[in-house]
């Protein structure tokens, strides 16, 4: 690490001591080119790859899945089954990756944690009185450590958006801050709900945001509201993980979530990565897709690809 990067590391992690800091250097970042946005992710999404390389992007893909179930009904079996098939995707094929995560909500942690233990997946678990974020900084602190005593080694909080939007920053950064140090160990995912930030301006200010805060990883969506990930999104935020590591020598993931569904639309999502920030994050260390019915397509189109058969969509466990 260089002098320079050294300093600025310094200088950005002095941000957080006040209101007008922070709103003077998020406001002080460029603003997005919407048009040029929209138009460069279109354009990486026409890119296609075939065979080998295609196979290889699948399997990716599939280790990157971090398989969700984040409802009402959920129920110990229920989240046990999803942890099994997290393992053994393709249970007629050994061959097949294990995904990169299972995440749940923090009352199924342990039945997903007696599944998992030991094997290498990692157990995420949403906090932070998700899907909303709106309740007490105490109460969303303790959820958040019952989660990580349960088994998580990965924490999906949710910032508030009112009080982003409010311009309310320095409580948005102190409560990330205060929820990286609940998380202990565990690696903290900072979701931004992008869908209700209304702008790419807002969605880089809150990606840096929670990265100047400590997040190790920056998320697109809780997948509850009716935008969530978009290819434009998720460019922006690549964009602001790659200008941060520069700025300050440490590495952010990115985890799009909500929307993507089809093994087409995970290996856009790839090539964005490779053509904005390099393959440095081509990793499950580095990127994640939050998903539940990704999972199956990218199965089946595997399938297609090892046995020339494209078994129907009934052949996989619904999620």
Not at 24 to 37: C, E
Not at 42 to 64: C, E, F, H, N, W
Not at 165 to 174: M, Q
Not at 267 to 295: C, H, Q
Request: proline fraction near 5%; charge should be neutral.
């Amino acid at each position: 690490m260089t002098a320079t990067t050294t300093s600025a590391r310094s200088d950005l992690s002095e941000l957080g001591r006040s209101e007008t800091a922070l709103r003077t250097f998020l406001h002080g970042l460029p603003g997005v080119d919407q048009v040029g946005a929209e138009q460069r992710a279109a354009q990486l999404g026409t890119r296609s790859i075939k065979t080998t390389a295609k196979a290889q992007a699948i399997d990716l893909a599939i280790r990157m899945v971090d398989l969700t179930t984040l409802e009402g009904a959920d129920t110990p079996g229920k989240v046990r089954a999803l942890a099994a098939k997290a393992l053994r995707p393709d249970p007629a094929d050994p061959s097949c990756p294990h995904v990169g995560a299972v995440c749940v909500y923090p009352t199924m942690v342990p039945h997903v944690a007696e599944v998992l233990r030991g094997s290498g997946v990692h157990l995420a678990s949403v906090a932070t009185a998700f899907p909303s974020g709106q309740a007490p900084l105490e109460v969303k602190l303790a959820d958040t450590r019952a989660a990580v005593e349960a088994g998580a080694d990965e924490i999906d909080m949710v910032i508030n958006r009112g009080a982003f939007l409010a311009g309310r920053y320095k409580e948005v950064y102190d409560e990330i801050v205060a929820t990286k140090e609940a998380s202990g160990d565990a690696h903290l995912k900072v979701i931004l709900e992008t869908g209700e930030l209304a702008t790419y301006d807002n969605v880089r200010r809150a990606s840096w945001l929670a990265m100047l805060a400590g997040g190790d990883f920056i998320k697109t969506s809780t997948g509850k509201v009716p935008v969530a990930a978009t290819p434009p999104v998720t460019l922006v935020m690549l964009e602001a993980v790659r200008d941060f590591r520069a700025a300050t020598g440490r590495q952010v993931g990115v985890k799009p979530a909500g929307g993507i569904r089809t093994t087409k639309d995970a290996i856009k999502y790839l090539v964005m990565i490779n053509e904005t920030v390099g393959a440095d994050w081509l990793d499950p260390d580095w990127f994640r897709f939050g998903a539940s019915s990704l999972l199956n397509d990218l199965l089946m189109q595997r399938t297609k690809l090892t046995t020339g058969v494209y078994s129907g969509p009934d052949y996989f466990t619904l999620d």
